[in-house]
């Protein structure tokens, strides 16, 4: 298996212009995480969802920040506007279903954004 | 709310061992531990959901003590490839994944 992938690994962008993350999970993976990773903050869960529904997006900054999984085989992450405090690490993981609910779960490589 | 890891970092000499510490102020449903090297993304070691349960992982291995609703890694006779960040997850939500992660203990082994 290929593993999680997503797209760009890096992405350099001016203050106020719109960024998209992409990722495809694991085939055969029903949840899929978005995280963001800084220094400062460490390793924040943004969004997640189960079988392509967003189940908890408490850790969405703001409403600058909108995720979607039009399918069991792609989501996106968008950023519109960004700002530099965007700058950082996006990691998105998936995981496969499984008893109790508790799974390992896969990071792709990550995307590192950063905002001028 | 994140849970809090102990020590920040260490740094070890091959064949050492170490102890990781993870603690939450809420009851968890279970434990997740990963390794992050510098660069790359998060692997996963472990996953421990019921209290007292004890697991390993070649000579990594962890507890959870649900009462005190803590977590500790144990590294055994550290190698070079042990060095990486290491971060505890918790999941507060009953199983529903939502895993909230430390800060993280930065571990260093040396020749």
């Known amino acids: 298996d290929a593993g999680v992938i997503q797209s760009p690994r890096h992405e350099v962008t001016e203050m106020g212009q719109e960024v998209t993350l992409r990722c495809k999970p694991i085939?055969?993976?029903?949840?899929l995480f978005w995280y963001r990773q800084t220094m400062m903050r460490g390793l924040e869960l943004l969004i997640y969802?189960?079988?392509?529904?967003?189940?908890?997006d408490s850790g969405m900054p703001e409403d600058r920040f909108s995720a979607k999984m039009p399918n069991a085989s792609f989501s996106t992450l968008k950023i519109q506007p960004s700002e530099p405090r965007d700058s950082a690490v996006y990691f998105c993981?998936?995981?496969?279903?499984?008893?109790?609910?508790?799974?390992?779960?896969?990071f792709g490589p990550g995307t590192r954004l950063t905002v001028l | 709310q994140q849970p809090v890891q102990s020590p920040q970092a260490v740094i070890l000499r091959e064949g050492e061992d170490a102890v990781i510490n993870c603690s939450s102020s809420k009851a968890l449903y279970s434990v997740h531990w990963y390794r992050q090297k510098h660069g790359e993304a998060p692997v996963f070691l472990m996953i421990l959901l019921k209290g007292g349960e004890q697991k390993g992982h070649d000579k990594i291995s962890a507890s959870f003590n649900e009462k005190k609703q803590q977590s500790s890694l144990y590294l055994t006779a550290s190698q070079l490839s042990y060095s990486g960040t290491y971060f505890c997850?918790?999941?507060?939500?009953?199983?529903?994944?939502?895993?909230?992660f430390g800060t993280g203990t930065k571990l260093q082994v040396i020749p």
């Open positions: 085939s055969g993976h029903n949840s």
């Open positions: 969802f189960n079988n392509n529904v967003p189940i908890d």
């Open positions: 997850g918790t999941d507060n939500s009953g199983g529903y994944q939502k895993v909230t």
């Open positions: 993981a998936s995981s496969p279903a499984g008893s109790g609910g508790a799974n390992e779960q896969f």
